[in-house]
């Protein structure tokens, strides 16, 4: 089973706006990264966010990371008709062999 | 700079064929390396993954196998291709600082 499962699956808004996407997971992690893929892609590393990390910001990204629930979201800002991708986000469990599991990812698309 | 390699990018074959999909990295030595598998409009599905050359771990049981003969090659195979095979393939590597990087990917297509 999936260990991050995304929320919204599907995210739909205009170019300017902020764009937020969450992250849910079940287990103990080590770390949690988020990655963006284009349509038909390799995916792209964005930015990773330790267990003992609340907050993290990279240029318009900013992740925050609640242990206690077990949840992550990350927030892109002004965002750009080039945004338009898939986001994942994907865990490290605890004792894991540099072993990540990836969640079903949210599509979004910003509309020019 | 560290690169990562993948091919074919598209594959057609028919039920039944052998399959053989190459990754290579290029730039880094004794890379992790990772096998995933992702259906249309899907997550991604962890297949194998490598910390060591000859050394496996399979995480789905299923008619794929995989190799590494050399430390920066990362072979996936099937002796018998099935139609739930189709999907899109994604190699990628780590080092011991976590961020995975992919390649391009193969779209294989199984008919």
């Known amino acids: 089973s999936q260990q991050g499962e995304e929320d919204p699956q599907a995210l739909s808004i205009q170019e300017g706006e902020n764009a937020t996407m969450n992250c849910s997971y079940k287990t103990s992690i080590n770390n949690l990264q988020w990655y963006r893929q284009n349509s038909g892609r390799g995916l792209v590393h964005l930015i990773l966010?330790?267990?003992?990390?609340r907050e993290k910001h990279s240029g318009r990204l900013r992740v925050t990371l609640d242990t206690s629930k077990k949840s992550s979201s990350l927030l892109i800002t002004a965002s750009r008709a080039a945004d338009t991708a898939s986001y994942f986000c994907a865990t490290e469990v605890s004792g894991g062999y540099q072993k990540v599991t990836f969640g079903i990812g949210t599509k979004l698309q910003v509309i020019p | 700079s560290q690169t990562i390699h993948q091919w074919p990018a598209t594959l057609v074959q028919p039920v039944g064929s052998p399959l053989s999909l190459e990754c290579t990295v290029e730039g880094t030595s004794n890379p992790n390396l990772y096998w995933y598998r992702q259906a249309a409009g899907r997550g991604l599905q962890l297949l194998f993954y490598s910390v060591g050359i000859g050394q496996i771990s399979s995480e789905v049981p299923q008619n794929l196998s995989a190799s590494r003969p050399q430390d920066r090659q990362f072979i996936l195979s099937s002796k018998k291709l099935l139609l739930s095979d189709s999907g899109f393939y994604l190699c990628a590597w780590s080092d011991r600082h976590y961020e995975q990087y992919f390649g391009p990917g193969t779209r294989l297509t199984v008919t």
């Open positions: 966010i330790r267990s003992n990390e």
